[in-house]
Every structure is written in C-alpha cells, then in structure tokens.
C-alpha cells in the first residue's frame, strides 16, 4: 500500500518558469516530510525538508508547501534552471519509526 | 569527508551466484538503510540498522540479508541470486536527525 504518492511522473518546464511538484499521503502520523532530488547513475541527494508544525520552508529557489488537512504538499521551483532536470522524490516519515516512506518519483525536464 | 561510499558500483552475477554490497560511511552516523530502486517503482528499503550490532528488516527484505559488525560498515549479502534481485542498490546513513544521506549506488545484473 503506497503511503506516499506521486502522480504526473514527468514535467516538462521551461527555464525561468515554475516548477511544481505534488506529492500526497495516507498517514496521518507523518510528521516530517523530505524532497530528494536525482541525477541519472547518481545517488539521491537530499533537497529541503519540513515538520508538520510548519506550512512552508523556503530555501532559496526550492519551497515545500504542507497542506495537512488535505494531506498534500508540493515543492515549488522558481526559477526553474536546466541543472534541475532530475527525478525528485518526496519521503515522509513517522516521529519516532527510523524509517522513511518514499513515493515512485517525478521526472522533471527544464527545456532552455 | 567521503560521505557514503558503497563497493562494487557494478557487479554482473549469475543466478545463484553469492555476493556482498558493501556500505561504508564516515560522518558516525548511527543508522543505515540499504535500498533498492527498480524502473516505476521507487525506493523500496530492504534492510536497515539503528546502531553496530543491529539490523532490522524492511518492506522487502527477503534473499538478502546484512551486518552491521562496525558502525562505520553496512554490508549487504544476496546468498542466492536471481534475476529479480537485478535493481540498483542504495545505502544511506543519517544521524539521530533526519535527512539521510544516500551512497552512489550499486548496479547489479543478475544473469
């Protein structure tokens, strides 16, 4: 049963633009949720975090918005750039379980 | 700091052949995770550990198993390898807080 999901697997942008990913989740317990980002034969590099108690964190170009009523955040990009072109995973965990959830990911392509 | 590192980054097997991934950090994390990605489907936790000395299972833990002798070290071992353990194999390890912080990956074929 997939706790955390990912629709839209791909996006294609143009640079300078928005991009927006989506993720939403089942739990109601996850309390802390992560963005990973994804080069191709690399290993996921975290990208920006936030805890339930907060609805937004901001960290540069990168935003993570939580919605937890609708058990739904997203990770705003702006402006987008072409080195963001990568998979992005959205990860959530459980306060005090040692593990994370991870949806299946969303491809993003920034066309310049 | 090296960060994560894991030893092969590919490896081809053939089926029932044995083998050890090897995971190793040096930033005295506490806990390691070993992953598998496949196409569509994701990251998916085989094993992981809390501390040296103690491994937990994951969501797909079965054909594999792990050890966890020093804290620096997460080994993972395929005792009898088939063609559906062909994925790409992540490690990662974190502190007491999150993020974890992922390896460059493993590729394994399996023949």
């Known amino acids: 049963d997939q706790q955390v999901k990912q629709n839209s697997p791909s996006l294609s942008v143009q640079e300078g633009r928005i991009s927006i990913l989506n993720c939403d989740y089942t739990?109601?317990?996850?309390?802390?949720f992560l963005w990973y980002k994804k080069y191709p034969a690399e290993g996921p590099t975290f990208l920006i975090s936030?805890?339930?108690?907060?609805d937004k964190n901001e960290d540069g170009r990168f935003t993570v918005f939580l919605n937890k009523s609708a058990k739904h955040l997203s990770l705003h990009i702006v402006p987008s750039q072409p080195g963001d072109s990568a998979v992005y995973f959205c990860?959530?965990?459980?306060?005090?379980?040692?593990?994370?959830?991870f949806g299946k990911g969303n491809q993003v392509v920034v066309i310049p | 700091n090296a960060g994560v590192t894991q030893t092969p980054k590919f490896r081809v097997l053939k089926t029932g052949q044995s083998m050890t991934l090897l995971c190793a950090q040096d930033?005295?994390?506490?806990?390691m995770y070993w992953y598998r990605q496949d196409p569509g489907m994701g990251l998916r936790l085989i094993h992981y550990?809390?501390?040296?000395?103690?491994?937990a299972k994951g969501e797909v833990p079965d054909g594999y198993n792990v050890s966890r002798l020093k804290k620096q070290n997460f080994l993972l071992g395929l005792e009898s390898a088939a063609p559906s353990q062909t994925s790409v194999y992540f490690c990662?390890?974190?502190?007491?807080?999150?993020?974890?912080?992922f390896g460059p990956g493993t590729r394994l074929l399996v023949l």
């Open positions: 990662a390890s974190r502190a007491a807080a999150w993020p974890q912080y």
């Open positions: 739990n109601s317990m996850f309390d802390y």
């Open positions: 936030i805890s339930s108690i907060k």
């Open positions: 990860a959530a965990s459980v306060r005090g379980n040692n593990r994370l959830a």
């Open positions: 930033m005295n994390h506490e806990y």
């Open positions: 550990s809390v501390g040296e000395g103690t491994t």
